[in-house]
């Protein structure tokens, strides 16, 4: 039963260090897909890549959120320095597409706790 | 934005009765998806309907959408315990910035009591 999966399953740390979450996509997905959910702005977009190309990265805060796929079986994000602001669930999503965004498979996710 | 709108933020109806839950957008979408996430679980894809369909059908799940009024349902019949969840509407299209994505509302959260 192929899925995705996300490590750690929880992370917390001090303001100011930095933070690496992992992703494996499904095998044979072309695209992934990074979220951030909370309670007050439910489930945003951060990035995706597709073919391991970064596509859309405008939902990220550029100056501490980086985002990698340093090859097919493997995304990263990262932040740093961390802000208590970026405690959230963050969700790696992959999915197959042909040229259109159709079903995304999702993570466990990771709930980062920043104190 | 073309986020979707789900409504009502929270429904609790009892084991065996039907769940409607509703979904509004603003901008043209080329379909519309529903999933459901578990408390402290990612989200699990439902079903997807296209632009150019105006129904859809999965097992107990039966999906409309109206284009003319940006809006979709989801209905649930003959509800159980295990439906209890969150339930997210995701219109896909074009964001502001040009890419192709899914856009996710805030989520409908359901309680079915046994």
């Known amino acids: 039963d192929a899925r995705v999966t996300q490590t750690p399953r929880h992370k917390v740390t001090e303001m100011g260090q930095e933070v690496t979450m992992r992703c494996q996509p499904i095998?044979?997905?072309?695209?992934v897909f990074w979220y951030r959910q909370t309670m007050m702005q439910g489930l945003e977009l951060l990035a995706y890549f597709r073919n391991r190309a970064p596509l859309d990265d405008s939902g990220m805060p550029k100056d501490r959120f980086s985002a990698e796929m340093p090859d097919a079986t493997l995304a990263t994000l990262k932040i740093q320095p961390s802000e208590p602001r970026d405690s959230a669930v963050y969700f790696c999503a992959s999915g197959l597409y042909g040229g259109q965004a159709d079903t995304q498979y999702f993570g466990p996710g990771t709930r980062l706790t920043v104190l | 934005s073309q986020q979707g709108e789900e409504d009502p933020q929270a429904l609790s109806i009892q084991e065996g009765e039907n769940a409607t839950m509703n979904c509004s957008y603003k901008t043209s979408i080329n379909n519309l998806q529903w999933y459901r996430q578990n408390s402290g679980r990612g989200l699990v894809h439902l079903i997807l309907i296209r632009s150019n369909e105006r129904e859809k059908h999965s097992g107990r799940l039966r999906v409309t959408l109206d284009t003319s009024k940006k809006s979709s349902s989801l209905l649930i019949t003959a509800s159980r315990a295990a439906d209890t969840a969150s339930y997210f509407c995701?219109?896909?299209?074009?964001?502001?910035?040009?890419?192709?994505?899914?856009?996710f509302g805030k989520g409908t959260k359901l309680s079915v009591i046994p």
């Open positions: 995701a219109t896909a299209g074009y964001s502001g910035a040009g890419s192709y994505q899914l856009t």
């Open positions: 095998l044979g997905h072309n695209t």
